[in-house]
């Protein structure tokens, strides 16, 4: 397993301002992952952060937006550029890991919840 | 276009047994997790299926069949902790996992 910290845990922002989420994982990873996941709703895939090349992102999530950064096997940031109020939102941080069942099991953070005003 | 479908809520009693089906339309089919998630809480990992049949982990049993494109999870002597939403999650065809929306199980007692 991994245990994944990420930073803030909770911030409310104002409208045109930006955030930057922190994930940090306790041993080197290759995959981790940035999900969003709106109140009462699943987790919608953001992007793939790729260690030392540009993140891969999912239909309808550009790197203007949300600009993700990998500088190491430990280590990524998702920012949330010039945030509206639809942006509020839980931002999770993710990794893929060969588990007990599965060589792809996903180990998730605590989330960030982000309010915009 | 890839579809995962599970009910949106479920009600059962304390100390009894729920099924909670998942069926999924995906491209490329390399295994179905369910995930735990607590309200507040980040996702936790239950369960794994690539092949047909039952896992039983416990008081929870996963089953799947993919020639039906599905699969449910079965919580037997149900807790009151076990109040959560429900995940299924298929890993497709690039390894991705494509997640459902959820299945909230209220339990009561």
């Known amino acids: 397993s991994a245990v994944i910290s990420q930073k803030p845990s909770r911030d409310i922002c104002q409208r045109g301002t930006s955030l930057t989420i922190q994930c940090q994982v306790d041993?080197?990873?290759?995959?981790m992952f940035w999900y969003r996941q709106q109140p009462g709703q699943s987790l919608t895939l953001i992007a793939t952060a790729n260690q030392g090349s540009e993140a891969t992102y999912e239909s309808g999530f550009v790197i203007d937006k949300f600009p993700i950064s990998r500088p190491n096997l430990t280590f990524s940031t998702l920012t949330v550029s010039n945030m509206s109020p639809e942006d509020s939102s839980i931002y999770l941080c993710?990794?893929?890991?060969?588990?007990?069942?599965?060589?792809?099991?996903?180990?998730f953070g605590p989330g960030t919840r982000l309010t915009v005003l | 276009g890839q579809n995962i479908d599970q009910p949106t809520e479920m009600t059962a009693t304390e100390g009894a047994i729920v099924q909670i089906n998942c069926t999924y339309q995906?491209?490329?089919?390399?295994?179905l997790f369910w995930y735990q998630q607590h309200a507040g809480e980040a996702p936790t990992f239950l369960s794994y299926n690539v092949l047909d049949g039952l896992e039983e982990k416990g008081r929870f049993s996963s089953f799947l069949s993919r020639s039906k494109g599905y699969s449910y999870l079965l919580l037997k002597e149900l807790q009151m902790k076990d109040s959560a939403s429900y995940l299924c999650a298929v890993v497709g065809s690039n390894y991705q996992l494509i997640w459902g929306a959820g299945t909230k199980l209220i339990i009561k007692p």
């Open positions: 993710s990794v893929g890991l060969a588990g007990v069942s599965s060589y792809n099991e996903q180990f």
């Open positions: 041993s080197q990873v290759t995959m």
């Open positions: 995906t491209s490329g089919f390399n295994g």
